[in-house]
């Protein structure tokens, strides 16, 4: 795989239900089926890079359910939390040189056949890109109304919480 890279760090969003204590945690997505940029076994976190990919994500959680963000009682709704990333190199899938370098249609997150770029296409590329060190991917969101992400591997860097908001303050 060939690679263009590109400097991360600092402030990132992320929506992490209500209940999780530590929303640094990254265990859980380790899990199979594993997350769009890692297989199971490979730890990371889904950041968002700005409020309105942060509130897209939020509205995803929710596709194919009977029930809306808008509906779930505030005390049990997800929150917000601000998280500082140190500075670190990430696999550039945002870019269009960046993304065909990856092996990515330039249309990313929608493939040649007009749908999302599955998770299998992707997580063997999270997976190169752990294994050469880099501290994530830097890419477009696959979330309808989202921009920008950042799939971060934690055992590659560091980064500390900053602040917890209640939907009611963000969403």
């Not at 265990?27 to 700005?50: I, K, T, V």
């Not at 109304?145 to 055992?155: D, I, K, Q, R």
Request: glycine share 10%; net charge negative; with cysteine.
């Amino acid at each position: 795989m060939s690679i263009v890279t590109t400097s991360i760090g600092g402030r990132y969003l992320r929506v992490v239900d209500w209940h999780w204590h530590d929303p640094l945690d990254a265990s859980h997505s380790a899990r199979p089926p594993g997350g769009r940029w890692n297989p199971p076994g490979l730890q990371c976190l889904y950041l968002s890079a700005d409020m309105d990919t942060a509130r897209a994500n939020a509205l995803r959680r929710f596709d194919g359910r009977p029930v809306n963000i808008h509906d779930i009682d505030p005390a049990s709704a997800p929150h917000l939390v601000e998280i500082e990333v140190a500075v670190g190199t990430a696999l550039d899938a945002f870019t269009d040189e960046g993304l065909v370098a990856a092996g990515l249609p330039s249309s990313y997150p929608i493939g040649p056949d007009d749908r999302i770029v599955p998770h299998s296409q992707c997580q063997p590329i999270g997976r190169q890109a752990h294994d050469r060190g880099l501290n994530g991917i830097d890419s477009r969101s696959a979330a309808a109304g989202g921009t920008h992400e950042l799939a971060w591997f934690p055992g590659l860097g560091t980064a500390r919480l900053i602040s917890r908001i209640p939907k009611s303050e963000w969403l």
